[in-house]
């Protein structure tokens, strides 16, 4: 399974950003789908997540961007997608796009796309 981000970019406090994460299956196969940013220095969170493969699931979302970020699926499109808006200095980060896969017959697995820079300026 591969997953390819893109949107990534500078981008000026209080703009938007909107980050696709294209994957080569089928997302209603995957338990959740999930954009974790990593900053210097820090650890690496989840700031958005969406179960069920893409239909009738949940959204979860990190308190630092409530009301501010939106994930969502096209699963026409296999792609997942995050919509940032009022971007602040401290959403700066690399994001990556990450697939979580459950089997009754193995243990869980997680694929993780290369992530896409977001960077954003004062």
């Known amino acids: 399974v591969q997953l390819v981000e893109s949107g990534g970019g500078l981008v000026q406090a209080g703009g938007p950003l909107r980050l696709p994460c294209v994957v080569s299956a089928s997302i209603v196969h995957f338990e959740a789908m999930a954009w974790y940013p990593q900053a210097p220095e820090r650890q690496r969170e989840l700031v958005a997540q969406i179960t069920g493969g893409g239909i009738g699931g949940t959204t979860n979302y990190a308190d630092s961007v409530k009301g501010r970020f939106a994930i969502s699926t096209d699963n026409a499109k296999n792609t997942v997608y995050l919509q940032m808006n009022n971007l602040k200095p401290e959403d700066t980060g690399v994001y990556s796009c990450?697939?979580?896969?459950?089997?009754?017959?193995?243990?869980?697995?997680?694929?993780w796309g290369q992530g896409t820079q977001v960077t954003v300026s004062s």
């Open positions: 990450v697939a979580e896969f459950q089997s009754p017959y193995q243990s869980t697995r997680y694929y």
